[in-house]
Every structure is written in C-alpha cells, then in structure tokens.
C-alpha cells in the first residue's frame, strides 16, 4: 500500500438543490477532503492534513474520514468551516463560503507525516487563503526531497477574488509539484489573455512532470514531456458535479502508484510516462469522475467499481503528440 499525504481544507458543503423537496442537505466536503476520501477507497494509506471544530460539524467530518480510513492530524481550533452550495437545473455548484484555514496547532506532526511520506497532495483553499498558505508551502517543500507532490489550484474567487495573487501562489506551488491538475475554468479564470490549454503548456514549462486539465462534459487533457493525450467525456446520467475534479485527482494519483510512478524511487518513471500510460492514465481519471458524477454529493468510487488501471493501445483520434 502507497503512503499518501494530503494537506488541506475540511469543510461541511449545504447544499440547495431547487430542483428537489429535500431542502437543504450537509455532506462532508472540502476538495482536499475529498481527494483523500477518494484515495483512501482506491486503497491508498491516505492521512489528511487539516482543522474542523469541535461542533456537530466537526464531528460529521471526523466520522466521515474515519469511516473511510483516513488517519487526521488536526491542526485547528476554530469552528468548522462550511461551503454552501447552491445546484443549477445542470447539476453544477455554486459556492458561498464561512472558512478559516490555519494548521498551526499540528506544525511538527504536520512535518513529520510529510517527510515519511511517498506522495502529497495539496490545493484549493489551503494553498491561498492566509494564514494557513504559507505552512502549507512549508510542508510541501519539505516533502519535496522524497516524495512526489500533487496540486490542483481547484480556484474559489469567492474566498481568494484577487487574480493576481492567486495566480502568484499558483505558480509557486505548480514549480514545487510533479503533477498538477486544473480545470478550464480553474485556468480562464487565473489566465484570461490565453486559452486553458495555452496556460497548460505554461505550467508544463515551470516543471512538473504531468499536467493535467479537466474540461467538464469536454473531457480530459494531460500533457507531458512527451506529447499530448485527450479524449471525450465518459457518457452518464448527472447527478451533480459536486466531487468530481477530486474523484478525477483521486484517480490520478491512484493510476500513477499502479504505475509505480510515486515518491522519491518514482520520479524518474513519472517523468518518462508513455503517451499509451498517459492515455491510460487519463481514461481511468476520467471513469473516477463519471461515477462521481452519477451519483449525490462528493461521494468517490471505491476500488472494487473503478478496477486496475488498464493500459490499451488507444485509437488514433483518441491521442496526438
């Protein structure tokens, strides 16, 4: 079993959906949060970084992760954080956020978790939102040595509207990372003079070894070193969208250690993936998201419904270098 680390935000999303009766619903939330839900149900041994309160929130969360076999360092004391999230008549959210982020009540078993480490993952609120950024930074530095890093942006204007310093705080943690994933909307909204996939290329160039973009019902884009790989969508009825980029990171991350492409003894595979193990590796992202998506709330596929990652030659229009 992999020895993964994920640093970031818990939170409790409410979500509003209009086109329902159930009124208002609490689920356990926080794109860190789910990320290492979604790792931890495709069999990695996943800790998670983070602050919840001591409050009926707080304690839905602590449930929610011990269920799915997630080990806590809880650094915080302050209340719960939450996000409301409100549905349109297609299933995606929109955000209002109450959240702190700060992990300074975990520092040294924070630091110590990271540096044993084969794999962290950070992103979202936890990489901007002050003061709990910079010790994010921190700790993904100091894994950097031994372990591969992830870092999806997973932007919130609502909390962090300034672009610009997201888009600095963005740039550090893509030069710290091995793989990074955002989506179109992540990018457009951080690079508006270019196209997502332009700022893609951009990103590729400041150093991680795999980049990928999520584009919603256009499906997936990863970059490497070694080309370019795309492909459509996986066909589902949606539910809701809630989850869907973390069950996509999630799969990633798990596609990437069957690859044996994770930590320190990793990197060089990581950095010499095929355009056939790329393709693979988004297919399998993908699938991840769909279940996702089929179903309420961030609620990840387990390994028994994902299965292995599976590598096929794919078809000519499903790949260009």
């Excluded at 040294?108 to 990489?127: C, D, F, K, N």
């Excluded at 256009?218 to 070694?226: F, R």
């Excluded at 179903?295 to 229009?317: C, D, H, V, W, Y």
């Amino acid at each position: 079993m992999k020895y993964f680390e994920n640093v970031g935000e818990s939170l409790v999303d409410i979500i509003s959906d209009p086109r329902g009766s159930a009124g208002l619903q609490a689920h356990p939330g926080g794109s860190p949060l789910n990320v290492a839900v979604g790792a931890a149900r495709l069999d990695l041994g996943t800790n998670l970084v983070t602050h919840y309160g001591v409050d009926p929130h707080g304690l839905m969360l602590e449930e929610h992760l011990q269920a799915n076999g997630v080990r806590v360092i809880n650094g915080g004391t302050t209340p719960t954080s939450s996000a409301l999230a409100t549905l349109g008549s297609d299933g995606a959210a929109e955000y209002a956020f109450s959240i702190t982020w700060a992990i300074d009540g975990a520092s040294l078993p924070a630091l110590a978790a990271v540096r044993s480490s084969t794999h962290v993952h950070t992103g979202s609120i936890a990489t901007v939102l002050p003061p709990g950024e910079q010790a994010t930074l921190v700790l993904v530095q100091a894994a950097r040595e031994h372990a591969t890093i992830s870092y999806d942006p997973n932007c919130r204007p609502a909390i962090s509207p300034n672009a610009a310093a997201a888009r600095r705080q963005a740039e550090l943690f893509v030069a710290a990372s091995d793989v990074v994933k955002a989506s179109d909307e992540d990018l457009l909204w951080l690079y508006p003079d270019r196209t997502a996939e332009e700022s893609l290329q951009a990103w590729l160039e400041l150093g991680p070894a795999v980049v990928a973009l999520t584009r919603g019902a256009s499906g997936p884009v990863i970059l490497s070193g070694k080309g370019r790989v795309e492909m459509a969508a996986e066909p589902v009825t949606v539910a809701d969208t809630v989850g869907a980029g973390d069950s996509f990171m999630a799969g990633l991350i798990s596609g990437l250690a069957q690859l044996e492409a994770l930590g320190g003894q990793g990197r060089q595979q990581l950095q010499t993936l095929s355009l056939d193990q790329l393709h693979a590796l988004a297919s399998y992202a993908n699938r991840a998201a769909a279940i996702t998506c089929s179903r309420k709330g961030a609620n990840p596929p387990r390994l028994a419904e994902l299965g292995p990652l599976s590598i096929q030659t794919p078809a000519p229009s499903g790949r260009s270098a």
